[in-house]
């Protein structure tokens, strides 16, 4: 019962910004979005977190929409290293504590 | 600082079999999560562990799935009788503590099912 909506794929050229949007309609007040990342043969990987505000860290940044219906991660200077499968997650709380709720992901491939 | 462990990496069995997953968490960390990813799919909680309390099993199939957690530290993930549709990557994480907004993950073992 994923609770965003991302596009399957984009590609990026290398060195320029990648902007991977995410479409969460129905989220409530009290729930965060997360991006995770999936490299290949490995497990995911934490990037960033937000509420309302506007993130930033040494990875990314976050932008969030006031609405709170959309946010969009932006990786500033996209490296090869960066070709993954992209998740936003919306973290629901539940009677026996928060879950995240992974969709299927945005593929991206970074192009030399 | 060493990461989550998970042993072995990948595992190919015939249906009716059973298979055993283990998961050591990184040191300190009280919450154990097992997740399940299907191919071109996210991950999907299993169960989730604070200590040795599991308090997440909804999504476990109960009828031939069980997890274990004994001293709050490693765990094992069992399926018997592995079926079909179990293959799949199998995930463990963990975190500091429940709502820790950061869960560290294993890299996964690849169950084959034939």
């Known amino acids: 019962d994923a609770k965003t909506t991302q596009p399957p794929s984009m590609d990026c050229a290398e060195g320029r910004a990648a902007n991977l949007p995410c479409n969460h309609s129905?989220?409530?007040?009290?729930?965060?979005v997360y991006w995770y990342r999936q490299i290949h043969s490995q497990g995911p990987q934490y990037i960033i977190h937000g509420l309302k505000n506007n993130e930033t860290n040494e990875m990314a940044s976050l932008i969030i929409t006031e609405d709170r219906k959309s946010s969009t991660l932006i990786l500033p200077h996209a490296t090869l290293r960066d070709t993954a499968v992209y998740y936003c997650i919306v973290r629901v709380g539940t009677n026996t504590g928060n879950q995240f709720y992974f969709g299927t992901g945005t593929s991206l491939t970074v192009i030399p | 600082e060493a990461g989550v462990v998970q042993s072995p990496r990948y595992k190919i069995i015939e249906k009716k079999q059973p298979v055993a997953f283990w998961c050591n968490p990184i040191?300190?960390?009280?919450?154990l999560y097992w997740y399940r990813q299907n191919l071109g799919q996210g991950p999907e909680l299993l169960i989730r562990y604070e200590n040795e309390e599991a308090v997440d099993d909804s999504q476990l199939p109960k009828d031939r799935f069980s997890a274990e957690r004994l001293k709050g530290v490693d765990s094992t993930l069992k399926i018997q009788p592995a079926e079909l549709g179990d293959s799949a990557v199998y995930l463990c994480?963990?975190?500091?503590?429940?709502?820790?907004?950061?869960?560290?993950f294993g890299p996964g073992t690849r169950l084959t099912v034939l």
């Open positions: 040191s300190g960390h009280n919450t």
């Open positions: 129905t989220i409530s007040g009290n729930e965060y």
């Open positions: 994480a963990s975190s500091f503590q429940q709502g820790f907004h950061e869960q560290f």
